[in-house]
C-alpha cells in the first residue's frame, strides 16, 4: 500500500541555520512526489515537486528536494531558515495514474524557528 | 489568475442549520476537489468533480453534499452537521483528474473555510 512517512513530528530551528526535513515513501512504482506548506489557518501552497529526470528539484522560497530512489526518500532542504518559514510541512505522494485524487499526505511537520 | 478563491473564511453554524461553502477558479481547471483538514492532521479528500461530474465520493456522510454548477465553481452544501465536524474544508483544483504529457496535473489549493458547528 502507499504511504508517506514524515518521521518528525516537531522541528525547531534557528535563525539562520540550515534545515532538512525528511520524508520517506512507499510506493510500487515512480511515484509523483510534492511538498507543500502551511501556514497557520492558511490553505496548502506547493513549494516544489518532482516527475521524473534530475532528482534534485528547486522550489520557491529557496527550498531544495533531492530524490533518492534507493532510499525511497525526499528530504526537503533549506540552506538558511528565516523566521517565516515557521509553518507546517507536508510530503505527499500521487500516483502517475492519477496525480491529483491519488495524492497522500504525510502526517506532516511543524517547523519552529528561534531567534 | 492563479488562485483558487474560498467563502466564507469563517463559518459558525447549528447542527440544524443549512450552509454552503463556496469555491471559484478561473485558471480553466477541470477538475476540482473538497478536503477536510481537521487540526495538526493532514488533508483528507472528501470528493473529486472532473469536468463538472461527481467522480469520486470518498464514503462521506449525506449531511454534506457536493454541487459544480460549472466548470468554475463549486459548492459544498452543509446540513445537519455535528460537532466533530468541525474543520477547515479546502477546496482544490487541478488542469485534468489525470495526467498528461510530463506535465502530472498538481493541486492549486484555496485558503480554506474554517467551519465550527456548535
Known amino acids: 500500500a502507499q504511504s508517506v512517512t514524515q518521521p518528525d513530528i516537531h522541528i525547531t530551528v534557528s535563525e539562520g541555520a540550515s534545515l532538512e526535513l525528511r520524508c520517506n515513501y512507499s510506493?510500487?512504482?515512480?511515484?509523483?512526489l510534492f511538498w507543500y506548506v502551511q501556514s497557520p489557518g492558511q490553505g496548502l501552497q506547493l513549494l516544489l515537486k518532482?516527475?521524473?529526470?534530475?532528482?534534485l528539484v528547486q522550489g520557491i522560497k529557496g527550498f531544495e528536494a533531492e530524490f533518492k530512489r534507493s532510499q525511497s526518500s525526499f528530504n526537503l532542504r533549506k540552506p538558511s531558515v528565516h523566521w517565516s518559514d515557521a509553518a507546517e510541512y507536508f510530503c505527499?505522494?500521487?500516483?502517475?495514474?492519477?496525480?491529483?485524487?491519488?495524492?497522500?499526505f504525510g502526517k506532516g511537520t511543524t517547523l519552529s524557528v528561534s531567534s | 489568475d492563479t488562485e483558487v478563491t474560498q467563502t466564507p473564511k469563517h463559518l459558525v453554524m447549528g447542527m440544524t442549520n443549512k450552509k454552503s461553502l463556496k469555491c471559484e477558479q478561473h485558471?480553466?481547471?477541470?477538475?476540482m476537489y473538497w478536503y477536510k483538514q481537521k487540526a495538526k492532521k493532514p488533508p483528507e479528500l472528501m470528493f473529486v468533480?472532473?469536468?463538472?461530474?461527481?467522480?469520486i465520493n470518498e464514503s462521506v456522510p449525506s449531511r454534506f453534499s457536493p454541487e459544480c454548477p460549472n466548470s468554475s465553481l463549486l459548492n459544498l452544501h452543509l446540513h445537519a452537521l455535528q460537532p466533530e465536524d468541525s474543520a477547515l474544508y479546502l477546496c482544490?483544483?487541478?488542469?485534468?483528474?489525470?495526467?498528461?504529457?510530463?506535465?502530472?496535473?498538481?493541486?492549486?489549493f484555496g485558503a480554506g473555510s474554517r467551519l465550527t458547528v456548535l
Open positions: 468533480y472532473s469536468y463538472e461530474k461527481l467522480s
Open positions: 510506493y510500487g512504482a515512480t511515484p509523483y
Open positions: 485558471m480553466g481547471h477541470r477538475a
Open positions: 482544490a483544483s487541478s488542469q485534468d483528474q489525470g495526467v498528461r504529457l510530463s506535465g502530472a496535473n498538481v493541486l492549486t
Open positions: 518532482y516527475f521524473s529526470g534530475d532528482t
Open positions: 505527499a505522494v500521487g500516483a502517475r495514474e492519477q496525480a491529483g485524487t491519488a495524492l497522500i
